[in-house]
């Protein structure tokens, strides 16, 4: 049976859509169910790069020069995908708290890895246990977008996929120099520790 969807009552007088957490219980889980479906379709692209990124570097470790700015590109587009799944686990669940709660949501106070880190006297805790992979992830994000160097000096693992980080913070060769390799093996396991607490989370709710 056909079925058509009002929508005007989700599109404000600009055009745009009214998205708001303090509707009914109902409607408020429905966006965070859209929410959780785009991060677990996302976290399905993460593995399927992360097969290519794997096939490639089998061919690149055998050649002296790592100049391959395609292989490049395709280490930041797992990291960035990988950032943003964490930092969507980190919203999905501190918004889902908020809400059980009976909290009116006005601003999402911990919507990522900088600021889960950072919070403060907060009883937003389950993540804890992953705090060495989000600084890992948040570094290797960071040097990505912002470090000058990282995208001059591009080098391949001999042992196994991996990535890596170059540079100086805030791009001042007076501080200390940062050069780190992460395995994916490593960033894989620490994205499934932190999926399985998620999942826990969201679906104890549900349940």
């Known amino acids: 049976m056909k079925q058509t969807v009002n929508i005007d009552k989700y599109v404000g007088k600009n055009g745009k859509y009214i998205i708001s957490m303090n509707k009914t219980f109902k409607q408020a889980f429905s966006i965070l169910e859209l929410k959780h479906i785009n991060l677990m379709l996302r976290i399905n692209r993460i593995n399927r790069l992360c097969v290519e990124y794997t ?7 055998t050649k002296w020069n790592n100049t391959n700015y395609e292989f490049a590109f395709l280490q930041e587009e797992i990291i960035y995908h990988m950032r943003r799944v964490v930092d969507d686990m980190i919203s999905i669940v501190w918004i889902q708290n908020q809400i059980e709660s009976q909290r009116y949501v006005d601003k999402i106070e911990i919507d990522s890895i900088g600021r889960y880190l950072n919070k403060k006297n907060s009883d937003f805790k389950c993540f804890d ?9 948040n570094s290797i994000s960071n040097s990505y977008k912002h470090s000058v160097y990282q995208t001059v000096q591009i080098l391949i693992s001999r042992e ?4 890596y980080v170059y540079g100086y913070k805030s ?3 007076n501080n200390e120099e940062g050069e780190y390799l992460y395995s994916q093996t490593e960033l ?3 994205l499934e520790k932190m999926l399985n607490i998620y999942l826990g989370e969201v679906y104890e709710t549900i349940l």
């Open 171 to 173: 791009n001042d060769t």
């Open 129 to 137: 246990e992953c705090i060495e992979f989000l600084k890992i992830i």
């Open 160 to 163: 196994e996929p991996s990535f």
């Open 188 to 190: 894989l396991e620490g």
């Open 55 to 61: 096939k490639k570097w089998k061919k690149e470790k």
